[in-house]
T-cell receptor
Framework: AQSVTQLDSHVSVSEGTPVLLRCNYS??????LFWYVQHPNKGLQLLLK??????LVKGINGFEAEFKKSETSFHLTKPSAHMSDAAEYFC???????????FGAGTRLFVKA | NAGVTQTPKFQVLKTGQSMTLQCAQD?????MSWYRQDPGMGLRLIHY???????DQGEVPNGYNVSRSTTEDFPLRLLSAAPSQTSVYFC????????????????FGEGSWLTVV
């Protein structure tokens, strides 16, 4: 069985400071892991994905995530937050075919000027 | 390239009414799915399909019906709407591969906001 836990429902940072959104997963086999972003009243956009290649994955808009198997974590980071990063972020674990995909509950990121 | 197209974007239904949310993709993807999004619960899988003529249930299938007569289309039917089905619905698709498509990116539609009164 697979599961994913996003450890913070809300994160608030100041513009220009680092962002850390935490995600732990559980999977009985090597998972594929994703981060998606959702801006208000919009669909979901892929930020980055891990598929058992490099453990440090770089995505769009300066985001990156590191897969740590020993900690079963896939935390999302960005060195410097921008106002446009304010959105909801979803950590996702996927089995074969991209279906039977499990979403975390989401972390809403607030960016203060 | 339109990607995944959902209609309608907004709909208000009365309890007991039925309706169909339409979903179409033009990427020739094998896999399609429907999710509902509720506050604090992320996205939950309603039904999915691994190809034309094949569908299966997800986490929350009750009250919903699907069919997949073509690769492109995957409509979601609400049989008798209830207030608990007030939600935002997302259709998604992803490509399949011979290895089962592990790690394939999921592409989402823009969402359909449904209110049942």
């Amino acid at each position: 069985a697979q599961s994913v836990t996003q450890l913070d429902s809300h994160v608030s940072v100041s513009e220009g400071t680092p962002v850390l959104l935490r995600c732990n997963y559980s999977s009985s086999y090597s998972p594929s892991l994703f981060w998606y972003v959702q801006h208000p009243n919009k669909g979901l956009q892929l930020l980055l994905k891990y598929t058992s290649a490099a453990t440090l994955v770089k995505g769009i808009n300066g985001f990156e995530a590191e897969f740590k198997k020993s900690e079963t974590s896939f935390h999302l980071t960005k060195p410097s937050a921008h106002m446009s990063d304010a959105a909801e972020y979803f950590c996702v674990v996927s089995g074969t075919g991209g279906f039977k995909t499990i979403f975390g509950a989401g972390t809403r990121l607030f960016v203060k000027a | 390239n339109a990607g995944v197209t959902q209609t309608p974007k907004f709909q208000v239904l009365k309890t007991g009414q039925s309706m169909t949310l339409q979903c179409a993709q033009d990427m020739n993807h094998e896999y399609m799915s429907w999710y509902r999004q509720d506050p604090g619960m992320g996205l939950r899988l309603i039904h999915y399909s691994v190809g034309a003529g094949i569908t299966d249930q997800g986490e929350v299938p009750n009250g919903y019906n699907v069919s997949r007569s073509t690769t492109e289309d995957f409509p979601l039917r609400l049989l008798s709407a209830a207030p608990s089905q007030t939600s935002v619905y997302f259709c998604a698709s992803s490509p399949g591969t011979g290895a089962g498509g592990i790690g394939n990116t999921i592409y989402f539609g823009e969402g359909s906001w449904l209110t049942v009164v």
